[in-house]
């Protein structure tokens, strides 16, 4: 028997805004909720504080399914910027139709200064096989789309 080995992927951004605005998009509640998910969801209940450690979930509706799609973890650490870089990190499992919690994997959002400009690195480790990596690179591409959206208006 083969044991698949385990996947990471990693994206990144530069974006024409302070670090300190990049770092608040991507870590306070109120802003996170306005691009988290892939194109096509809406946010239906969020928990998300990426200011401390603790629990956070998000419920997510597909706008033309309703199908919901549940992610829950763990916040790891929090390394607000210090000489233009921090660091959250959080654990993520979807949740089944069942509710309960699938394979874990752990996800980084690194934001650091890149010249005028700031950098968005997001590193997303330990995923089950290629094709979940696959799928995971999708979704945050999506998502990415609308974090660029978001720091643009």
Not at 45 to 72: A, L, Q
Not at 88 to 104: I, L, M, Y
Request: hydrophobic residues 35%.
């Amino acid at each position: 028997m083969t044991v698949a080995a385990l996947q990471d992927l990693e994206l990144t951004r530069d974006y024409n805004v302070p670090v300190d605005r990049l770092w608040q998009a991507v870590t306070q509640p109120d802003q996170i909720v306005q691009w988290f998910g892939p194109e096509g969801v809406d946010i239906d209940s969020c928990i998300m504080d990426f200011t401390k450690t603790g629990p956070w979930m998000c419920d997510m509706v597909g706008k033309e399914s309703g199908d919901h799609f549940k992610v829950s973890g763990q916040i790891t650490h929090v390394r607000p910027p210090v000489k233009a870089e921090g660091s959250v990190g959080f654990t993520w499992a979807w949740h089944g139709p069942d509710g309960k919690r699938g394979p874990e994997s752990h996800v980084i959002f690194e934001v650091t200064s890149n010249g005028d400009k700031a950098r968005f690195r997001l590193i997303h480790r330990e995923l089950e096989n290629a094709e979940m990596a696959q799928e995971h690179s999708r979704g945050w591409l999506s998502t990415l789309t609308k974090l660029d959206a978001f720091l643009s208006a």
